[in-house]
């Protein structure tokens, strides 16, 4: 699929084309005391990607951090492919890439290849990474006033730089909710939900190395593709959980990620209700 994203503040059009997502590495215990397993990549159920041709242009920033900033995505049918003329599409959002950031999607894009069966119920649907040459002479708007940043130290990025520095990247993603609020993220009420998510991704032998209260965001409300629920809960979950860029494989078993996952989680809550404590001080 190529990907036609119209700039609302410039009169070029890009032309995205798929990319290969590259996992982080990942991390292996070797003489560990820990439970090992072998590493493995689940096998995909999807088809083959179809030439098809998706265009769009950016709508309103939905969401930013240090990696990329976010947009609704407003399709444009005439300049679509005919076959997804009637097709029933969910709402979309593209992550796109910061400066000097491109290669930060590649990893994130793979593990949600790793995460298939969580798509649409634990974690977004992802549709795809895609790439684009940004040209010298155009001021692409969703870099203006990014700073061009190091690449991090983090011993599971990628073993090296694939792609160039006027590449951008983006993720085509479904759209989801906004950012729950403090007063409902640190409820003792939601937290067997949020623990039964992270048992679902560490099922897949991922631990997210990101996790924080604004990667946790309300599920889509009227979603216009089929939900599953997970077996760890007996409904719908009303969440998802995002930003996996840092995610990485590890050789540890399932029990033993999510308990590392849970662990974390008490501190992330411990931190939100810290803060959450903070700001009638600071009225």
Excluded at 41 to 70: C, D, H, M, Y
Excluded at 223 to 238: E, F, G, I, K, N
Aim: overall charge neutral; some cysteine; aromatic content about 6%.
């Amino acid at each position: 699929m190529s990907l036609n994203a119209q700039n609302s503040e410039s009169s070029i059009d890009l032309v995205f084309q798929r990319e290969n997502p590259v996992g982080n590495v990942p991390l292996v215990y070797t003489n560990c005391r820990r439970a090992t397993v072998d590493i493995t990549t689940p096998r995909s159920r999807l088809p083959p990607p179809a030439n098809l041709r998706l265009s769009f242009s950016l709508g309103q920033e939905i969401g930013k951090g240090t990696v990329g900033r976010v947009f609704e995505v407003n399709i444009i049918p005439s300049a679509s492919s005919s076959r997804l003329q009637g097709r029933i599409l969910p709402p979309l959002a593209v992550k796109i890439c910061r400066r000097s950031m491109v290669n930060t999607l590649l990893p994130e894009a793979q593990n949600y290849v790793e995460m298939e069966m969580l798509q649409g119920h634990v974690i977004p649907r992802c549709y795809g990474l895609y790439s684009a040459t940004i040209p010298d002479d155009m001021a692409f708007s969703p870099w203006v006033g990014d700073v061009v940043r190091s690449r991090s130290r983090d011993q599971h990025k990628l073993e090296e730089e694939l792609l160039g520095p006027n590449v951008v990247t983006i993720l085509l993603m479904e759209r989801v909710g906004g950012l729950v609020p403090p007063q409902l993220f640190t409820n003792p009420s939601i937290l067997p939900e949020i623990q039964a998510m992270y048992k679902d991704i560490s099922l897949m032998g991922i631990y997210h190395a990101d996790m924080a209260a604004n990667n946790v965001v309300f599920a889509p409300k009227h979603p216009a593709l089929p939900v599953r629920t997970s077996p760890h809960w007996t409904q719908r979950y009303q969440f998802r959980i995002i930003d996996f860029h840092h995610a990485f494989k590890v050789n540890l078993t399932h029990p033993t990620i999510a308990g590392d996952h849970f662990a974390e989680l008490k501190m992330v809550l411990q931190e939100a209700l810290g803060d959450l404590h903070k700001q009638p001080e600071q009225l």
